[in-house]
């Protein structure tokens, strides 16, 4: 074992009441906004080829000439509410709004920076109605906040001589204010989701990241804090230098998923997702392929049986409006949760891997399993394996309760559980009510 000052200061997961509920969220939104909606991935009429969110990087768009977006920022249709009813139709528990990406553009009145809203065309604060709303529509609301700052001078990928070093030491106490600054605007806010901090210039801060996370937990007591916010002083990121998760819950599951339990080590941790392949921000073109309602809907099944949450971005245009294609898909994906979010929320990893049919989830300190079916076999017969001594005592589909479903034993704790072909398109649940025969 390394001796570690500045590693994990846990071993296992957090077990008070405001890291279960979170366990507990299943569903999602990211909200991904800034100046970057404005230009939506293109300029002069060139398309950039990254994520739009990434356009100041481009040498499409000379960088003097992204900074003076802040001059265009008047979304006309932001309306906060909107936002946190999309959310809550699509049946989200909690929401990540940027407050800062990586251009240094703050979506709350700083004081420590010119570069908010406070100095473009809106004036406002965008921060507050955003969290007031999402606040009143019962969905909890995490802050994300890039370490990254394009805009700052004080910024440096690295700390290669004297000049870096005192330039980045007025940077670290810029980032320890904002930080401080929303926690303290924004105190009902339950976590904040790190980025940009994979740079070596932050990599080399294990004790000035170590302390500002302790001063941040002791201001906010119960603030979830992910795996992406600090290295030890090993340089190991995520995990420290003994592969202890560092944080509260791995925030490694950015655009991918795990595949089975030993993938996720453990820990807590929530998959972030984009519709196209890889555009965070408001993209006008969404080119290559859009990913379907029932291609995320089986992504939340997935992080579900595998013990995580499901979070599904969202990258309003630049006016302030959701595009139509994502509240499509918050609509679709919301008629389906309206059905079946018994299997989702408070739901955890079975013990059971993934069936041909699909995938088992548990609801946490109950009795029963569930069978989210994405694979209907043609035989209407649903194999099913479970842990010795575990018995069914009923079966049934979600949407029809009173209609019990044959089961037959076929093997030692194997069962068929016979379900005529469903007709539709749609992925649905059967409740398998259990008990233990110990
Ligand atoms: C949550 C996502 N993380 C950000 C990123 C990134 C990135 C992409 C490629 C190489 C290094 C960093 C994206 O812009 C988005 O905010």
Redesign the pocket.
């Given at each position: 074992k390394i001796e570690l000052k500045h590693g994990s200061h846990r071993i296992g997961k957090r077990t008070d009441e405001v890291m279960q509920k979170w366990r507990g969220y299943g569903l999602g939104q990211f909200i991904?906004w800034g100046l970057y909606a404005i230009p939506g991935g293109e300029w002069n009429g060139k398309q950039y080829n990254g994520?739009a969110?990434?356009i100041r990087s481009w040498n499409g768009i000379p960088k003097s000439t992204y900074d003076s977006l802040i001059y265009k920022f008047n979304p006309v249709n932001f309306n906060a509410d909107e936002w946190a009813t999309t959310a809550k139709q699509m049946g989200a528990k909690y929401v990540t709004i940027t407050t800062k990406?990586h251009d240094g553009f703050c979506l709350w009145p700083s004081k420590y920076t010119s570069y908010t809203v406070a100095n473009s065309p809106w004036k406002k604060d965008i921060m507050k109605p955003l969290v007031d709303a999402y606040d009143k529509a019962g969905i909890d609301v995490i802050l994300y906040f890039s370490v990254m700052d394009w805009n700052h001078p004080g910024w440096r990928y690295d700390i290669k001589t004297k000049e870096d070093s005192v330039a980045f030491e007025g940077f670290k106490q810029f980032t320890r204010n904002q930080l401080i600054e929303l926690l303290t605007m924004y105190p009902t806010a339950k976590g904040l989701w790190f980025?940009g901090t994979?740079d070596k210039s932050w990599v080399k801060q294990a004790e000035f990241a170590d302390q500002l996370e302790t001063e941040m937990r002791k201001l906010r007591p119960g603030l979830i804090i992910g795996s992406r916010f600090r290295a030890d002083e090993k340089g190991k990121r995520h995990f420290d230098a003994n592969n202890v998760l560092m944080g509260d819950y791995e925030q490694g599951w950015?655009r991918k998923l795990p595949n089975k339990i030993e993938d996720v080590h453990g820990n807590d941790w929530d998959c972030?997702m984009t519709v196209p392949e890889n555009q965070?921000g408001y993209n006008k073109a969404w080119k290559g392929h859009i990913k379907t309602a029932n291609e995320l809907i089986e992504m939340t099944a997935k992080s579900v049986s595998l013990g995580g949450n499901f979070v599904l971005n969202f990258g309003p245009q630049g006016d302030g409006a959701i595009r139509k294609e994502e509240k499509q898909l918050a609509t679709q994906i919301g008629n389906w949760m309206k059905i079946n979010k018994e299997a989702i929320y408070n739901c955890q990893y079975a013990g059971l891997e993934k069936q041909d049919w699909g995938y088992f989830t548990k609801k946490t300190g109950g009795n029963k399993l569930y069978m989210v079916v994405f694979n209907a076999p043609v035989s209407g017969a649903y194999r099913v394996k479970l842990p010795a001594k575990m018995g069914i005592t009923k079966a049934y589909a979600l949407a029809t309760p009173t209609q019990s479903l044959s089961t037959e034993e076929i093997h030692t704790n194997e069962y068929f559980i016979h379900l005529k072909k469903q007709g539709g398109d749609q992925p649905f649940v059967i409740v398998l009510e259990t008990k233990n025969s110990s």
């Open positions: 991904h994520a969110e990434w990406h980025d994979w950015e972030v965070w």
